[in-house]
């Protein structure tokens, strides 16, 4: 996890295989980049009140990160732009030396997800989604893009997704773990409704600002508590899924878990069975244990990867999970960034290589390797 | 008698207030006063629904009575039958929801004399953590220190979510309080509702806050170890009551691993997350959430790299076995002696040390 400042030279890494990294953090070096995507009427919105989210800040994040916009200081292009802003950069430093042969970008803050404007936020979104498919995806063929809905408007993010549906620029579409509420919740169905509709699966990443203390006790003092605190919100958000029966209204639906860790998920499923099953009288609309619906329906990303002092512990989280739901992702530029070459310290079968680092994603996102 | 449980420590049993009646006699007038005319009924809590499955087994339960009201039920469903040397009384009352911190206090007081004259003085086997109104901790201190003398009370109880994360400040009195007299510090399932029950907003079901039980032990477990409070008060040990434990090795790798990426964040957290709680933490057996198969626990009890952290509980009478299968199968001998008995009489030192 140690912050990398070694420069790698295109090519310089011949071991690799190829990757499909599921976690890319490309990044708008200017506003001035969405204009073209953006009415007037909200670039002048943003020129005068900026992005306004359910925090106090309004030119940073509400917990300081551990170093400029959570970046690796090696990830600033020559020009001096931000990390993850410069696609010629980017392939130079990562895409091509990891061979990465599938990337899929996941847009962060200000992304328009959040913002406290509703129509604001929508009208954000869409920008945004207009900016990775012509500024990235269709630059480059290896990127693929998410569509960012305004998620605390159901009906303004289904619209969206069905927007984008059937664009091959776009695989999935993107929420943020820190909602407003549950996303298990009803306010958001339509969002899996479309999805599940238009054969998207629905990434949530880690992150955003919901308004709610990340603790069911209130606020705590460090950026370590919430970097670590997002496993906790995932966990949360997944039960609600789980237990509010999304899997059973919408049989299609796939999601995918991106940048919380993933061995907490085994116990989580453990747990949610036990209890369930003792108090199922409550939720008469679930049919199937907890572990059953995570089993068919919840991908992970293995970012930031576990490290446990014995490797073989990561063998068994592995297993417990399941080889065909686990998704390679680096988190670039960001300074947790895991690289594929050392990221893993158990070996692999070949077919567990192959399934994790490449297969899994290539069929869930329908992208066989190039 | 149940066997394997002779001379064992329960750590977590839960005695319940009958009615606010039955705390009447040990309130002040002016209290006394304020619960009879403004009519304040009851403090049960919507973390244990009376009738909720999970809040009592249905052979604890006993027709015109409230679940584990009385003590000669304790006593023949749970002492005798399993031959216990101690347990050990968590009254969850709604004493730390209240937002009027005098009241709190109030009721602190009496839910600790009730338990006194009603239950510690009716058997010699019961001990009890000390019930504080954490809202307002030098409130907390002084009940600390009014029950500490006696020396039944063997541990100081806290709810896992409460006003704000628990390694804040705001909470260090009760931990210095708590360090001088040799009293682990139990924190057990529960919320003051102060704020949404997880950290992505209130939930629609009870399921659902149920299971959130764990993930608050998680952030409030980190809140303890980033805000130095093992570094303030290295004697001091915390205890995780009714929090589950096969979620800790994966919460371990995490902070460990953050630690080590953002420790300049936390200068005064001077040693791995996990050595501080396999040197301060401990955590009571059940529930288990626990994997399909025998093998699979025990893969867990591995990952936990000790033996010294569990501590047997039932729970009573909370529903999460049947009969007396509370310890999980396929245990070493070892090891279970150490759940059952060593570990519990190491923790709680009023105890009197080994058995």
Redesign the interface.
């Known amino acids: 996890?140690?912050v990398q400042t070694q420069v790698r030279r295109a090519g310089a890494a011949s071991t690799k295989i190829a990757i499909a990294d599921c976690d890319i953090h490309p990044c708008v070096g200017s506003p001035r980049e969405l204009d073209p995507y953006l009415a007037k009427r909200w670039q002048q919105e943003f020129a005068t009140f900026g992005s306004r989210f359910r925090h106090a800040f309004s030119g940073g994040p509400q917990y300081p990160k551990?170093q400029p916009d959570a970046h690796r200081r090696d990830a600033r292009p020559p020009s001096g732009a931000k990390g993850g802003s410069d696609l010629g950069f980017m392939r130079e430093q990562h895409l091509i030396p990891n061979d990465v042969r599938l990337g899929i970008l996941n847009p962060l803050s200000p992304s328009g997800q959040g913002f406290q404007n509703p129509e604001f936020s929508a009208a954000y979104c869409t920008a945004m989604n207009d900016w990775q498919k012509y500024n990235w995806a269709e630059k480059e063929p290896r990127l693929k893009a998410s569509v960012l809905v305004p998620y605390e408007d159901g009906a303004a993010s289904a619209a969206e997704i069905r927007r984008r549906a059937g664009d091959p620029a776009f695989v999935q579409v993107l929420l943020l773990?820190?909602?407003?509420?549950?996303?298990?919740?009803r306010r958001y169905w339509p969002i899996y409704e479309a999805a599940a509709e238009c054969g998207l699966p629905v990434a949530v990443h880690a992150f955003g600002y919901?308004g709610?203390?990340?603790?069911?006790?209130?606020?705590?003092?460090?950026?370590?508590?919430e970097?670590?605190?997002h496993?906790?919100?995932c966990?949360?958000?997944l039960?609600?899924m789980v237990?509010?029966g999304i899997f059973e209204r919408f049989p299609g639906l796939k999601v995918v878990m991106v940048e919380a860790?993933f061995?907490?998920l085994?116990?989580?499923a453990?747990?949610?069975d036990?209890?369930?099953m003792?108090?199922r009288?409550?939720?008469p609309h679930l049919k199937r244990k907890p572990s059953e619906c995570i089993r068919d329906h919840v991908w992970i990303a293995t970012q930031?990867m576990?490290?446990?002092?014995r490797p073989e512990?990561l063998r068994?989280?592995f297993e417990?999970i399941g080889w065909d739901r686990l998704l390679f992702a680096t988190d670039y530029p960001h300074?947790?960034f895991d690289d594929p070459a050392q990221a893993i310290r158990i070996k692999l079968s070949p077919e567990e290589r192959l399934g994790l680092f490449y297969n899994n994603a290539a069929e869930l996102y329908g992208q066989p390797l190039q | 008698m149940a066997e394997p449980y002779r001379g064992c420590v329960d750590c977590d049993i839960h005695p319940s207030v009958p009615s606010i009646k039955a705390l009447l006699p040990y309130m002040p007038d002016f209290w006394h006063d304020t619960v009879v005319q403004r009519g304040i009924k009851a403090l049960d809590t919507i973390s244990y629904p009376q009738n909720?499955?999970?809040s009592g087994r249905p052979d604890w339960r006993v027709e015109g009575r409230k679940t584990a009201s009385s003590v000669e039920d304790v006593q023949q469903q749970l002492l005798d039958a399993w031959g216990a040397d101690y347990a050990i009384c968590n009254p969850l009352y709604g004493v730390q929801a209240l937002l009027n911190v005098d009241m709190g206090a109030a009721f602190a007081q009496a839910v600790n004399d009730w338990l006194v004259k009603e239950w510690l003085d009716r058997d010699e086997r019961l001990r009890a953590s000390i019930v504080i109104p954490m809202q307002a901790p030098d409130l907390a201190v002084e009940e600390i220190n009014r029950c500490a003398k006696d020396p039944r009370f063997v541990q100081v109880l806290m709810l896992?979510?409460?006003?704000?994360?628990?390694?804040?400040r705001f909470y260090w009195p009760i931990y210095a309080t708590a360090e001088r007299h040799g009293l682990p510090v139990g924190i057990h399932a529960g919320?003051?509702y102060?704020?949404?029950?997880?950290?992505?907003?209130?939930?629609?079901?009870?399921?659902?806050d149920?299971?959130?039980q764990?993930?608050?032990f998680?952030?409030?477990l980190?809140?303890l170890i980033?805000?130095g409070v093992f570094t303030k008060y290295p004697a001091l040990h915390v205890v995780l009551m009714e929090s589950?434990f096969?979620?800790l090795?994966?919460?371990l790798?995490?902070?460990?691993?953050?630690?080590?990426?953002?420790r300049?964040?936390?200068p005064w957290v001077h040693a791995l997350p996990s050595e501080i709680v396999r040197k301060n933490v401990r955590l009571t057996l059940q529930?288990i959430?626990?994997?399909?198969t025998a093998e699979?626990l025990n893969?867990?009890m591995?990952?936990l790299?000790s033996d010294r952290l569990l501590l047997f509980s039932t729970d009573y009478p909370h529903?999460?076995f049947d009969g007396t299968a509370a310890m999980p199968e396929g245990l070493s001998p070892e090891l279970a002696r150490r759940i059952l008995v060593d570990n519990p009489r190491a923790t709680y030192s009023r105890l009197g040390g080994q058995a």
């Not at chain 1, 773990?177 to 919740?185: C, M, N, T, V």
């Not at chain 2, 959430?289 to 399909?292: S, Y």
């Open positions: 996890m140690n551990g773990s820190r909602s407003a509420e549950p996303l298990g919740q919901g709610t203390p990340i603790t069911g006790g209130g606020w705590p003092s460090y950026y370590i508590e970097v670590s605190g496993a906790q919100c966990q949360a958000l039960t609600s237990i509010e860790g061995a907490w085994p116990p989580l453990w747990r949610m036990k209890h369930w003792r108090l009288q409550e939720t930031p576990e490290e446990p002092d512990f068994d989280t417990w300074w947790d | 909720a499955p999970i896992v979510n409460g006003e704000m994360p628990l390694g804040r919320s003051s102060h704020h949404p029950v997880t950290p992505v907003g209130w939930p629609s079901y009870y399921t659902e149920y299971l959130a764990s993930q608050a998680q952030s409030q980190a809140s980033c805000e589950g096969t979620w090795p994966s919460f790798w995490r902070l460990d691993k953050v630690w080590r990426g953002l300049m964040e936390v529930p959430d626990a994997p399909p699979q893969r867990v591995d990952q790299e529903w999460h």
